[in-house]
């Protein structure tokens, strides 16, 4: 493995969770973005070598908030992404399929 491609942590708000990584991290926020797909909104912080992505649901119904509703914490790693070359992935997927 060569490195942390990302980490994204499921949030309830964005807004009550950006001051710590700004503010009391000193982390800089890269942008904010909505994923009507995924139905989240994500904020994007650059943690030096590794990415950030704050995940808070847009409605009851996506995947974040039916993750977030089991917990009782405010926010929580949702997944940790590992960068990987086109013949890796491809070689995974050929694994799992046969």
């Given amino acids: 493995m060569e490195k942390v491609d990302h980490i994204g942590i499921a949030v309830k708000s964005i807004e009550k969770a950006l001051p710590f990584y700004t503010e009391t991290l000193g982390l800089s926020l890269l942008e904010i973005e909505e994923v009507q797909s995924e139905k989240v909104k994500v904020a994007f912080i650059d943690g030096g070598n590794i990415k950030l992505e704050l995940l808070e649901p847009l409605d009851e119904s996506s995947a ?31 694994k799992g399929s046969g």
């Fill in 64 to 94: 974040i908030a039916s993750f977030l509703s089991k917990k009782e914490k405010a926010s929580i790693m949702w997944h940790l992404a590992l960068p990987v070359s086109r013949r890796e992935s491809t070689n995974c997927r050929k």
